[in-house]
């Protein structure tokens, strides 16, 4: 039953009492039981703290006699970034336990976390290297696969270009990996390099970043507690995250706050509500307009908050006053009364926090949606606060991380761009000649011009590296179409279009898949010949750091040494780059312990150019110091406490942490908080977009962070303005040696983003001051297509009327290809295809399994949970189809005669007109099992029919984000 919560002020007495015994030391789970009273049979003493505890993983008898060691490393999973120990017997990972004095998951584990070591001891691993032969699978060498791989590559270059291969990278990257990956692809001679944030949370990025700065989440899951109202759209933590529901549920239980819940569909989080909201999917917009029209109605907004730190709220009146509560109501269905209510709670019970995921990002206004819900939060003053902020829960482990350092085929690492002086300040951070490294671009025949272009435009995103392998040389903007596709942990049926996917893989002249299973790429397919299987080993058999969505970094040491012939991602990058002949340039300053680069190596040359984002304080000491004392940092806050080895510091230090680690900056728990100095983790928002527009300044008025010197807005630090100031005395001769190599003759241009030196930003914090400046946030972001967030009607909308109202935007080029969702809408009204696909199909994650499901599948501690893949079904909607609980269905696609079959689960957690399935399945094709297409005795123990099979054409336009989220179907009865 669902219950109204009455407003209050945080209960910390309470809460501190509940986690006393957990904050005290590091603990075992027997003493935890211990110490809470659970060993006495009673769960009475955790009762207010809605943890999910979970029974120790074990493996088996331990060896008597033989010393156990206990190994720390982060789940493999989602982004919560939960400290898994792990207990080793000569060399064998024996049990685990979920680690008790982590801030992040205090004891507990979800039912992934808790099998993950089955992900190393797993009979379904991809055991040696794999070369598909004539339609069959045949063992060969590490040698013959690098050799014969590398020489593909190379011949593809040669004939077509470097353009011509796509590299598709993986979130399931430590940071090290991941930015290894982006260096290899910029030294092979191209852009085209991708991750899961391209179909997750890039329109996240691009929002946020074209908001106040920086495209991340801006608290933590730990500071929910402190919020007085949590609003959560799009996301259901309580499958997608399930340890981060702790924090949340901690917040409306201990702390009493409302908890309001907004989704197409009654999920499990849902369930945890005291507000649920049903809209119909494809309309946050008109949504979050509607409740701003309340709230500027009744005058609920921040208007200090607004005149001092947000620019453009005024153009932001005009469009909200379009969305009177019936037009709400009519577009988003859900009821004016309630709308009005929602707005209320989040305005009167500040900081209220808002939480989004994929339900907000995977649309074709995905970019727009995430603009609109951090204009309210602006509204509302609850960004830069405790207990408020955008609390953006990523996807997969290292998803934050991956797309920090540049897997990104918009950007180099640290979102410094592809610009000119982006490519000089890699070229430097790498020690390589920037003429060198323009001259890998483009083909021989190509003057410099043309090369230069080609190293400044934008990749082929993953939405769309099957257009570009299938479409003509002259529809592709580069000198030739894609030939070949390196993918390093990443599924095959994770995007939209899977029919066209399969046409593209079978297009290829060499697939190269390199992951602990095979994926769906080596199965979707008729491919007979060119494809090569390299069995990576898990996150859990190497080193390296990852950065969970929180932006904090934790360092996961080696649990055992890689299993079967699997070997990690630096050695291969290693030995392929040797192969392509850049292996000197690679890794020049990098150390390599015979032919495996060391992760601690490769984090240092990370510090040493990632100055934009403040990846440069944590160093490989600092990251081991921190999991080596979790036990000393508040469950809340974070900080480590007094006279401890981490006193004063954030866990993890979340970035940005400025300056070198010899600094100490503590890292930011708290993005733009002014209420702290910036050598206390406070800031500002940043100064990215000028200092002026129209005649009004774009920087803070009157607001500053605590002791800061500046006490007005200020633009971004430059050598220049620190000679303005007169503080550029406070240079060292080495700092301002190093600047002056950088700039030449006139060192004013350079910035505290390429000061390797890092004496402008340590300069600038010296007198309080952010590096980044100190702006108003954007509610008018004039560089994207729509500055003012609109509301546009999905693709396959069920509804022609409001398409005439309301259409996607017309046509255009980018990514290097067309985007011609406005044909597609408009084809789509005419063929009147709502009429012959009647439900809305939306798709997401469940508990059990994460992402494309091939490791979590062939898992058998959780294959044994969830062993169907399903649609779910209104009842209403089943009475009139035909439809039977547990009977199995035929959900037909509106393009390209696609469908799946899979068993109907008649429920209303769905309203009518709407349909949900699960994204994690695959193997089977049109009713077809594809099992014998794995190599044998890596096949998942479960199969499944892919959703995205059935999804459709659309794609944001500022990121390409495929819409996953809102088509059309038609189900049948099987």
């Known amino acids: 039953m669902l219950t109204k919560r009455a407003s209050a002020s945080p209960n910390r007495a309470r809460l501190t009492e509940a986690l006393a015994s957990v904050a005290s030391g590091a603990l075992d789970r027997r003493t935890f039981l211990r110490r809470s009273g659970l060993a006495a049979g009673g769960l009475a003493a955790v009762s207010g703290l809605s943890l999910t505890t979970v029974r120790k993983a074990e493996a088996g008898p331990h060896t008597p006699g033989v010393p156990i060691e206990l190994k720390r ?15 080793v017997q000569n060399g064998v990972w024996v049990g685990q336990e979920p680690a008790y004095d982590s801030p992040i998951n205090v004891g507990t584990h979800c039912a992934k976390g808790a099998s993950v070591r089955e992900l190393v001891h797993g009979d379904r691993r991809l055991k040696y290297p794999m070369k598909l032969e004539n339609g069959e699978w045949k063992r060969i060498s590490w040698d013959q696969a690098i050799d014969e791989v590398g020489a593909k590559l190379l011949d593809i ?3 077509s270009g470097p353009d011509s291969v796509f590299w598709l990278g993986s979130a399931k990257f430590s940071n090290e990996g991941a930015y290894l990956f982006r260096k290899m692809a910029a030294l092979w001679g191209t852009n085209s390099v991708d991750h899961q944030a391209r179909i997750c949370h890039s329109t996240t990025v691009a929002g946020v970043a074209n908001t106040w700065g920086y495209g991340a989440m801006t608290n933590s899951y730990n500071d929910i507690n402190n919020a007085k109202a949590i609003l959560i759209i799009g996301g259901n933590p309580a499958e997608a995250h399930p340890v981060s529901l702790q924090h949340v549920l901690r917040g409306k239980e201990v702390n009493r706050a409302q908890m309001i819940v907004v989704d197409p569909r009654f999920t499990r989080t849902a ?15 008109p949504l979050v307009w509607g409740m701003l029209w309340h709230i500027f109605e009744n005058g609920w907004e921040d208007k200090e908050y607004i005149a001092q730190r947000v620019h453009g709220m005024d153009q932001i009146r005009k469009e909200v006053a379009k969305w009177t509560p019936e037009k709400v109501a009519e577009v988003t269905g859900v009821p004016g009364e ?10 009167k019970n500040r900081p209220s926090t808002l939480i989004w995921c994929m339900g907000v990002t995977q649309h074709t206004v995905g970019t727009a949606n995430v603009r609109a819900l951090s204009i309210l939060q602006l509204a509302l003053g609850n960004i830069g606060v405790e207990g408020g902020g955008a609390n953006i829960f990523r996807g997969h482990c290292n998803v934050q991380g991956a797309t920090d350092l540049g897997l990104d085929v918009t950007t180099l690492p640290a979102y410094y761009g592809l610009t000119e002086g982006a490519w000089k300040h890699w070229a430097r951070v790498w020690d390589v000649d920037y003429e060198w490294l323009l001259n890998r671009f483009g083909t021989a025949t190509m003057d410099r011009a043309a090369k230069k272009k080609l190293m400044e435009t934008k990749g082929i995103p993953t939405t769309r590296w099957f257009d570009a392998t299938l479409a003509d040389a002259k529809d592709v903007d580069q000198p030739a179409p894609l030939k070949g596709m390196v993918v390093f942990g990443h599924g095959g049926n994770t995007v939209t279009r899977m029919g066209e996917s399969r046409k ?27 494809t090569y299987l390299l069995p990576i080993c898990t996150q859990f058999e190497c080193a390296g750091s990852r950065t969970a969505s929180n932006r904090s970094i934790q360092w996961g040491e080696q649990v055992v040494k890689p299993i079967f012939e699997s070997k990690n991602d630096y050695e291969v990058m290693y030995r392929l780059a040797g192969k392509l002949g850049f292996q000197n340039e690679m890794f020049k300053k990098i150390e390599v312990n015979g032919v495996e680069p060391t992760a601690e190596s490769i984090l240092r040359e990370i510090n040493y150019g990632t100055w934009s984002i403040g990846y440069t304080g944590q160093s490989p000491e600092r990251l081991k110091l921190h999991m080596a004392n979790q036990e000393h940092f508040d469950k809340i806050t974070l900080k480590g406490a007094p006279g401890s080895p981490v006193a004063g510091e954030y866990y993890g230090l979340p970035w940005p942490c400025w300056g070198t680690a010899e600094l100490k900056h503590p890292g930011t728990h708290v993005l733009y908080d002014t209420t702290k100095h910036v050598m206390e983790g406070g800031g500002t928002f940043r100064a990215r977009f000028g200092v002026e527009r129209d005649g009004q300044t774009l920087l803070a008025e009157g607001s500053f962070s605590k002791g800061s010197e500046i006490e007005d807005g200020y633009p971004e630090f430059t050598m220049g303005l620190l000679k303005k100031l007169g503080w550029d005395k406070d240079l060292t001769e080495a700092e301002l040696a190093v600047i002056n190599k950088i700039g030449g003759a006139n060192n004013d241009g350079v910035s505290w983003t390429t000061d390797l030196s890092g004496g402008i930003i340590r300069v600038a914090l010296q007198h309080g001051c952010s590096p980044f400046g100190n702006a108003k946030a954007r509610a008018v972001a004039w560089n994207l297509p729509d500055p003012v967030p609109v509301h546009r009607e999905p693709i396959y909308s069920p509804n022609p009327k409001l398409v005439a109202e309301y259409p996607t935007r017309d046509d255009n080029r980018d990514f290097r290809v067309a985007n011609v969702g406005k044909s597609v809408q408009t084809k789509a009204v005419e063929a009147k295809l709502h009429e012959k696909f009647p439900v809305i199909l939306t798709s997401g994650r469940l508990v059990e399994y994460e992402g494309g499901g091939e490791e979590t599948r062939s898992n058998k501690w959780l294959a044994e949970l969830q062993q169907d893949m399903f649609v779910e079904v209104n009842t209403e909607d089943a009475g009139k189809l035909g439809v039977k609980d547990g009977g199995m269905v035929w959900v037909y696609g509106p393009e390209g ?8 689960l008649v429920t209303n957690r769905v309203g009518k007109g709407v349909a949900f399935m699960p994204f994690h399945f695959a193997g089977f094709w049109e009713g077809e099992s594809q099992r014998d297409a794995y190599p044998k005795g890596t096949d998942p123990i479960v199969l499944g029919h892919s959703v995205n099979a059935v999804t459709t054409y659309g794609y944001d336009p500022v990121t390409f984000m495929q819409e996953t989220k809102v088509t059309l179907c038609r189900i049948e009865a099987a």
């Open 504 to 530: 593209g893989l079978e297009a290829l002249e060499l697939l190269v898949v390199a992951d602990p299973h095979p994926t769906t790429f080596a199965s979707l397919s008729g491919r007979k010949n060119g």
């Open 897 to 904: 005669d696609s469908k799946v079959k899979v068993k109907a």
């Open 157 to 159: 270059r040669e004939k």
């Open 271 to 285: 369930a945890h509500a005291t507000e649920y909201v049903r809209l119909r999917p494809g309309t946050d917009i």
């Open 338 to 347: 309630q709308v009005k209510r929602v707005a209320e709670i989040m305005a």
């Open 73 to 87: 490393n982060i789940c493999t999973h989602c982004s919560v970034g939960c400290t898994v120990h792990a207990e």
